[in-house]
Every structure is written in structure tokens, then in C-alpha cells.
């Protein structure tokens, strides 16, 4: 079982607070201040009718594509698996998928796009390969193999 502090700790020292990207022009934006407070799971953050799919994610971010005109996902920590998941609540399919094996992870995935997307101090060619590296468990079947094919 994931300890939602701790989750909430690592996030709160190893990540900005709030970040963006531009991909083809058009902006990624990141906020993790929910991660300055302790963590709440989904049902208790979005405040709406109780689910019983979201009991187990803490949210500890979000992010925004192409300011509000784009997905609007939640980022948790699944409080049983540690997996890193997204909730997108304006999904037709799957509202919960994944981006990371565990909360490490997430942040060595995160700081790697960071490098290439708003500080350009890495070429993007090998990124995707570089990525699947950091978590070749879950890159495969994360959100973030679909980011990589927009600079490809």
C-alpha cells in the first residue's frame, strides 16, 4: 500500500509547482499545488457524486492542454498499486490511464520531458527511447508513449 504523504512530499520537492510546455505551439500546462496540502482521494478533490473507481486515487496534480480547449485530466497515485494515473473525466472510454510504474518514476519521466519541452537542453530525436528506459514496464502502455509521437 502507498503512503499518500510520502507521495505527497516527493512531489512537493522534487517538482515545480506549476509548469508548461508548448508542443507544436500549442501549450501543456502542469499544477501541482494540490501536492502543497495532504493529498485527497478523487471522490473528495472533484467534491461531485461519490465513485467507487476513484476511492483510491489521491490527487496530487493536474493538467491542462491548450488552456481548457484540450484534456483536462487529474494526476493520482493509486493508493493500493502506487501506479501514477491520469482521470479524465470527459473521456468516453477509460477515464483512469496510466503514465507511471510509481511516483519515481513519474518524476524521473516528468523531469526528462521538462529538460526537452521548456528548458530545450535535449535533443528530442531519442526521447521516446529514453523514456522507455526510465519505466519499461509501463511506457508502453502509458499516456506519455502518445506525447511522444507528437515530436517524432
Known amino acids: 500500500m502507498?503512503?499518500?504523504e510520502s507521495i505527497r512530499l516527493q512531489v512537493a520537492t522534487r517538482l515545480p509547482v506549476r509548469v508548461q510546455w508548448l508542443i507544436e505551439q500549442t501549450p501543456l500546462d502542469f499544477d501541482f499545488s494540490p501536492s502543497q496540502a495532504p493529498l485527497l482521494n478523487a471522490n473528495d478533490f472533484l467534491?461531485?457524486?461519490?465513485d467507487q473507481r476513484w476511492t483510491a486515487l489521491h490527487i496530487f496534480g493536474e493538467q491542462d492542454y491548450a488552456e481548457g480547449?484540450?484534456?483536462?485530466?487529474?494526476?493520482?497515485?493509486?493508493?493500493?498499486?502506487?501506479e501514477?494515473?491520469?482521470?479524465?473525466?470527459?473521456?468516453?472510454?477509460?477515464?483512469?490511464?496510466l503514465l507511471n510504474s510509481n511516483i519515481d518514476l513519474f518524476i524521473k519521466t516528468f523531469l526528462?520531458?521538462?529538460?526537452?519541452?521548456r528548458l530545450s537542453r535535449?535533443?528530442?530525436?531519442q526521447i521516446r527511447e529514453r523514456l522507455k528506459k526510465?519505466?519499461?514496464?509501463?511506457?508502453?502502455?502509458?499516456e506519455w508513449l502518445g506525447l511522444c509521437s507528437l515530436f517524432q
Not at 69 to 82: I, Y
Not at 122 to 125: E, L, R, W
Not at 134 to 142: C, H, K, N, Q, V
Open 122 to 125: 535535449s535533443p528530442q530525436v
Open 84 to 97: 501514477i494515473l491520469g482521470l479524465d473525466l470527459d473521456r468516453d472510454e477509460s477515464q483512469i490511464f
Open 47 to 50: 467534491g461531485g457524486p461519490p
Open 112 to 117: 526528462e520531458l521538462d529538460e526537452v519541452l
Open 134 to 142: 526510465i519505466d519499461p514496464g509501463a511506457f508502453e502502455r502509458s
Open 69 to 82: 480547449g484540450g484534456a483536462t485530466p487529474f494526476l493520482g497515485v493509486h493508493a493500493e498499486s502506487g
Open 2 to 4: 502507498t503512503d499518500p
